[in-house]
């Protein structure tokens, strides 16, 4: 184990790209509406399809000013289709997380369980849908336990660098900043926001920072690094 780690007591790790792969499926080359029909909707597809990519759209021009509150998918969807009913809001916002939640793979499932016999664990991440279909899949992959704590941006609409999140979880695990330790794949929020609360940062993937404590390929490595 690095000597970094020893005086730590928690994890608190970014979501996609750090534990979930293969999220945000959404461009021109995505049919949204196989899922809304799946889902029981009744919209035409190309209706379905224009909305979900306006409301992706208008999110995205959005996702980078972090000091304004994030909008959340339904209420973006309301303002782009005021005509549309509230189960209809409902049924492509389900249709939007859908498309938005990555996949937990075995080894990551693993990996998570490992870290967590040896660091209490924590979540700080930006969704933009509502959090339910990632609490149904944690714990269809049963991994909702292994967390502590969960800050969902979608809960509050601050995402990251803003501090909001991190604060949240480093209160709900009565935790001081440095006995955590921030993972994540993204330098500007990740790594900025960990710092901005004073907490240490270790990158995984392709990030590159000098204010890192230490970089990994990914997840995994870093968990035969800290758990050997
Ligand atoms: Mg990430």
């Not at 690095?2 to 790790?13: G, V």
């Amino acid at each position: 184990m690095q000597d970094y780690l020893k005086h730590k007591q928690a994890i608190l790790l970014d979501m996609n790209s750090t534990f979930l792969f293969g999220e945000d499926r959404f461009g021109a080359e995505q049919d949204y509406s196989l899922i809304y029909h799946q889902l029981g909707g009744t919209l035409p597809s190309s209706k379905v399809n224009q909305l979900i990519t306006a409301c992706f759209d208008y999110l995205a021009e959005r996702y980078s000013n972090y000091q304004q509150r994030f909008p959340s998918v339904p209420e973006t969807l309301q303002l782009l289709a005021s005509e549309l009913a509230e189960t209809e809001i409902q049924l492509l916002t389900n249709t939007f997380a859908q498309h938005e939640r990555g996949y937990l793979s075995a080894d990551y499932a693993r990996a998570l369980r490992q870290l967590q016999t040896e660091f209490r664990l924590s979540v700080v991440t930006d969704i933009w849908s509502p959090k339910q279909a990632w609490l149904t899949y944690f714990e269809e992959q049963n991994i909702l336990h292994l967390f502590e704590a969960i800050s969902f941006s979608s809960d509050h609409g601050h995402v990251k660098p803003s501090t909001y999140g991190f604060e949240q979880v480093l209160y709900a695990m009565q935790l001081q900043p440095h006995e955590g330790l921030f993972i994540g794949d993204s330098a500007h929020r990740d790594l900025g926001g960990a710092k901005s609360v004073g907490m240490d940062c270790i990158l995984v993937g392709v990030a590159q920072s000098e204010q890192a404590l230490d970089h990994f390929p990914d997840l995994l490595a870093f968990c035969d690094a800290a758990l050997s």
